[in-house]
């Protein structure tokens, strides 16, 4: 009799590697890229980078401060001119040079008693600002705010 | 592996072991202390006009350390500084890192300097200066500045405090060229600028004043002059004129006895000008009124001294007009007699003499007034006619001002006010004093008496067409080295108001040993009526009678 025996047929089957499935995880992937190199380089950019920035701004920092005194220095200068020019302005305008010109140059002489006329000038009218009372609403404001109630008092 | 091993050490060493002291000796050569100079306060005339302001100048050091052969150094500065060589090395052994050379130097000096390209063995270092535009114009009055410019005379010297400012502090690190690094500085006191001072003369007045001392001067060939003006209802100084005279631009460099204000630094004996204040001392007492009278026979003899007018002229009977319209001597002394010690010292007193007018003006002397028990004759009658007494020019003017002002006195000032660098005044000056001489009524009757002696007596010259002119003259001997008084030695002087109704201006002229004439009345009464014809017509003051002829068209 025959027996009917079930057959054991062995199919192939791919298996990961061991550490193949972490390796074909997002996350392994990653790792993957990141080498030794590659870490290195990053952490030198993380460093140089915002080493290059503050020394570029001291850079500027400091070029900004030597640019304040070259100013500054332009400023002295140019109050000392003008404190010269204010020197030469009064010695020209002093009265011992006016009169030694209009003497001298313009041939004029200093008027007698009798080349001078006294004129009655009249008093110019003052004129008074026609200054309003305060309205209601600045009597309220003064009344809030003693400040510029105080200000308001003539 | 080993030298980065290496490196780090080192690096350890210097961040972490010695970088504590490092980083300390770095600042300690980086940073330093920058004081932050003030700008000393301007002096402005009483419209505002500059009389005294700062102009940039540059003064030279060495910097001994960085110096190899000073002898060398020494040879290529001096003849250029105008200094001596061994006088350089003086210096240069003075300190280690710096040594002034010269201070102030003009730009000529400074750019040969330069020329040397002596690297950082020298260094220059701006400074304000001091600059006088006008000159010798109110020399006297406002005085000049030392070299680091604190104030020596004058109202320099007054108010140094007040035009001196405060200086600042800052900290701030230095790069390798010495310069400063801005972003580095910490300003740690704010410099504050000087105030400036608003002064109570007239640039024009001052002027019109010296003008006429200079042509007086030449005119009498006197040793020494002095002519003042002063606005009668405030005390204020509108001229003070001194000569002979010295530049405040030189300043140390004048010689010193002309640094002296003399007007409130010296006495003399004011002669016959002194006569008026007697007579409002006699009206005020009511122990003489105007019409009583003395006779002046032309002498007077008191113990063994013999009292006798100028030129020995007799006057008969004068009343106190009189005596101040002739200048009687003979008649002032009966007064003094009349009023008796006491009532004239305490007038004398109460006119100020004796004691400092408080002007605002560094030097000022009490002058000699002796207590009342030293007046003893013929001291009180000679005292009458300004001898035996000494006074100040300005205490002089300042006790007429009083007669013009009502009998109050005022207090002289040379100083309106204080402005600070944005132009708010932020102090004025009074010169009211609420101290009172004599009555108004006795004021007002003494300028009376001294109007007549200008249009009747001894002050014809002073007289002012269209202006009525109070004023007395006055001619004072001088004090013999040797005792007595010398009579070849002379002091001219005039003292007046104007106008005499309601005086304005009142004006002092004294010319001392004047050559040839010598009288007040000849020497110094001209130069009154030349310099306050002139004022007035500068203040506008309308004249108070019609002008002898019309101008012409």
Same mark, same amino acid.
């Given at each position: 009799?025959?027996?009917? !025996?079930?057959?054991?047929?062995?199919?192939?089957?791919?298996?990961?590697?061991?550490?193949?499935?972490?390796?074909?995880?997002?996350?392994?992937?990653?790792?993957?890229?990141?080498?030794?190199?590659?870490?290195?380089?990053?952490?030198?950019?993380?460093?140089?980078?915002?080493?290059?920035?503050?020394?570029?701004?001291?850079?500027?920092?400091?070029?900004?401060?030597?640019?304040?005194?070259?100013?500054?220095?332009?400023?002295?200068?140019?109050?000392?001119?003008?404190?010269?020019?204010?020197?030469?302005?009064?010695?020209?305008?002093?009265?011992?040079?006016?009169?030694?010109?209009?003497?001298?140059?313009?041939?004029?002489?200093?008027?007698?008693?009798?080349?001078?006329?006294?004129?009655?000038?009249?008093?110019?009218?003052?004129?008074?600002?026609?200054?309003?009372?305060?309205?209601?609403?600045?009597?309220?404001?003064?009344?809030?705010?003693?400040?510029?109630?105080?200000?308001?008092?003539? | 592996?080993?030298?980065?091993?290496?490196?780090?050490?080192?690096?350890?060493?210097?961040?972490?072991?010695?970088?504590?002291?490092?980083?300390?000796?770095?600042?300690?050569?980086?940073?330093?202390?920058?004081?932050?100079?003030?700008?000393?306060?301007?002096?402005?005339?009483?419209?505002?006009?500059?009389?005294?302001?700062?102009?940039?100048?540059?003064?030279?050091?060495?910097?001994?350390?960085?110096?190899?052969?000073?002898?060398?150094?020494? /040879?290529?500065?001096?003849?250029?500084?105008?200094?001596?060589?061994?006088?350089?090395?003086?210096?240069?052994?003075?300190?280690?890192?710096?040594?002034?050379?010269?201070?102030?130097?003009?730009?000529?000096?400074?750019?040969?300097?330069?020329?040397?390209?002596?690297?950082?063995?020298?260094?220059?270092?701006?400074?304000?200066?001091?600059?006088?535009?006008?000159? !010798?114009?109110? /020399?006297?009055?406002?005085?000049?500045?030392?070299?680091?410019?604190?104030?020596?005379?004058?109202?320099?010297?007054?108010?140094?405090?007040?035009?001196?400012?405060?200086?600042?502090?800052?900290?701030?690190?230095?790069?390798?060229?010495?310069?400063?690094?801005?972003?580095?500085?910490?300003?740690?006191?704010?410099?504050?600028?000087?105030?400036?001072?608003?002064?109570?003369?007239?640039?024009?007045?001052?002027?019109?004043?010296?003008?006429?001392?200079?042509?007086?001067?030449?005119?009498?060939?006197?040793?020494?002059?002095?002519?003042?003006?002063?606005?009668?209802?405030?005390?204020?100084?509108?001229?003070?004129?001194?000569?002979?005279?010295?530049?405040?631009?030189?300043?140390?460099?004048?010689?010193?006895?002309?640094?002296?204000?003399?007007?409130?630094?010296?006495?003399?004996?004011?002669?016959?000008?002194?006569?008026?204040?007697?007579?409002?001392?006699?009206?005020? *007492?009511?122990?003489?009124?105007?019409?009583?009278?003395? %006779?002046?026979?032309?002498?007077?003899?008191?113990?063994?001294?013999?009292?006798?007018?100028?030129?020995?002229?007799?006057?008969?009977?004068?009343?106190?007009?009189?005596?101040?319209?002739? *200048?009687?001597?003979?008649?002032?002394?009966?007064?003094?007699?009349?009023?008796?010690?006491?009532?004239?010292?305490?007038?004398?007193?109460?006119?100020?003499?004796?004691?400092?007018?408080?002007?605002?003006? &560094?030097?000022?002397?009490?002058?000699?007034?002796?207590?009342?028990?030293?007046?003893?004759?013929?001291?009180?009658?000679?005292?009458?006619?300004?001898?035996?007494?000494?006074?100040?020019?300005?205490?002089?003017?300042?006790?007429? *001002?009083?007669?013009?002002?009502?009998?109050?006195?005022?207090?002289?000032?040379?100083?309106?006010?204080?402005?600070?660098?944005?132009?708010?005044?932020?102090?004025?000056?009074?010169?009211?004093?609420?101290?009172?001489?004599?009555?108004?009524?006795?004021?007002?009757?003494?300028?009376?008496?001294?109007?007549?002696? !200008?249009?009747?007596?001894?002050?014809?010259?002073?007289?002012?067409?269209?202006? &009525?002119?109070?004023?007395?003259?006055?001619?004072?001997?001088?004090?013999?080295?040797?005792?007595?008084?010398?009579?070849?030695? %002379?002091?001219?002087?005039?003292?007046?108001?104007?106008?005499?109704?309601?005086?304005?201006?009142?004006?002092?002229?004294?010319?001392?040993?004047?050559?040839?004439?010598?009288?007040?009345?000849?020497?110094?009464?001209?130069?009154?009526?030349?310099?306050?014809?002139?004022?007035?017509?500068?203040?506008?003051?309308?004249?108070?009678?019609?002008? *002898?002829?019309?101008?012409?068209?």
């Amino acid at each position: 009799m025959l027996a009917v !025996v079930a057959r054991t047929r062995i199919f192939p089957v791919l298996l990961p590697e061991p550490g193949a499935r972490e390796r074909g995880s997002r996350a392994g992937r990653r790792r993957a890229r990141f080498t030794p190199l590659t870490r290195a380089l990053v952490a030198a950019l993380l460093v140089v980078v915002p080493a290059i920035a503050y020394v570029s701004q001291s850079t500027a920092t400091t070029r900004t401060g030597y640019a304040i005194l070259t100013l500054r220095e332009e400023i002295t200068s140019l109050q000392a001119e003008n404190a010269r020019l204010v020197v030469g302005v009064s010695a020209l305008k002093s009265p011992e040079r006016i009169e030694r010109a209009a003497r001298g140059r313009l041939g004029m002489v200093q008027p007698t008693p009798a080349q001078m006329a006294a004129l009655t000038v009249p008093s110019p009218a003052v004129a008074v600002p026609a200054v309003s009372g305060p309205t209601v609403w600045q009597r309220v404001s003064a009344l809030l705010l003693g400040r510029e109630a105080a200000a308001s008092e003539r | 592996m080993g030298a980065l091993a290496a490196l780090l050490f080192r690096l350890t060493q210097l961040q972490v072991v010695r970088g504590g002291r490092l980083a300390g000796i770095a600042q300690r050569q980086q940073l330093a202390t920058i004081v932050l100079e003030p700008h000393r306060g301007r002096l402005l005339d009483r419209r505002g006009r500059p009389l005294a302001i700062n102009v940039e100048a540059t003064s030279i050091y060495a910097v001994p350390s960085a110096i190899e052969d000073r002898a060398r150094f020494s /040879a290529q500065v001096a003849p250029i500084l105008g200094l001596e060589e061994d006088d350089v090395l003086a210096r240069l052994a003075r300190g280690r890192y710096f040594a002034w050379l010269a201070r102030k130097v003009p730009a000529g000096v400074v750019a040969r300097i330069k020329a040397l390209r002596l690297g950082d063995q020298i260094g220059f270092r701006s400074e304000d200066q001091r600059a006088y535009p006008n000159g !010798v114009l109110a /020399a006297h009055l406002l005085g000049f500045v030392g070299i680091d410019n604190q104030g020596l005379a004058g109202v320099e010297l007054t108010y140094d405090s007040t035009l001196l400012g405060r200086a600042g502090e800052a900290i701030a690190a230095h790069d390798g060229m010495g310069r400063v690094l801005v972003e580095t500085q910490r300003t740690a006191v704010d410099p504050v600028d000087g105030s400036d001072l608003l002064l109570t003369i007239d640039q024009v007045i001052q002027h019109i004043t010296e003008r006429e001392l200079d042509a007086a001067m030449v005119r009498t060939h006197a040793r020494t002059g002095m002519v003042a003006v002063m606005d009668v209802p405030t005390g204020e100084i509108l001229a003070l004129a001194l000569r002979p005279v010295f530049d405040p631009n030189t300043g140390t460099r004048a010689r010193p006895d002309l640094w002296m204000n003399r007007a409130v630094s010296e006495v003399y004996e004011p002669g016959s000008t002194f006569k008026v204040f007697l007579a409002a001392a006699a009206l005020d *007492s009511r122990l003489v009124d105007t019409e009583q009278k003395f %006779f002046d026979p032309g002498f007077l003899k008191v113990g063994d001294r013999v009292i006798r007018n100028a030129n020995g002229k007799k006057h008969g009977w004068v009343a106190l007009g009189g005596i101040l319209r002739y *200048s009687s001597n003979v008649g002032a002394a009966q007064v003094a007699m009349r009023l008796g010690r006491s009532v004239f010292y305490r007038y004398t007193t109460a006119f100020g003499f004796g004691t400092p007018s408080r002007v605002d003006l &560094p030097g000022e002397v009490a002058g000699l007034v002796r207590s009342p028990a030293e007046w003893v004759s013929p001291r009180l009658q000679t005292i009458a006619f300004g001898q035996g007494i000494s006074v100040t020019p300005l205490q002089l003017l300042t006790a007429a *001002s009083a007669l013009g002002n009502n009998g109050l006195l005022v207090r002289p000032h040379a100083v309106r006010g204080v402005r600070d660098r944005q132009g708010r005044t932020t102090s004025v000056t009074s010169g009211q004093t609420g101290r009172r001489a004599v009555s108004a009524e006795s004021a007002r009757a003494v300028l009376r008496m001294m109007t007549t002696a !200008v249009e009747e007596g001894t002050g014809a010259l002073a007289r002012i067409e269209g202006y &009525p002119v109070a004023g007395k003259t006055g001619t004072s001997q001088k004090p013999a080295p040797g005792g007595g008084y010398d009579s070849q030695r %002379f002091v001219a002087s005039f003292l007046g108001l104007v106008p005499a109704d309601r005086p304005a201006l009142a004006i002092l002229v004294i010319l001392d040993e004047p050559l040839g004439a010598y009288y007040g009345s000849a020497v110094a009464a001209p130069v009154f009526r030349e310099v306050a014809a002139q004022t007035l017509w500068h203040l506008r003051v309308p004249p108070r009678t019609q002008l *002898s002829e019309p101008p012409p068209r």
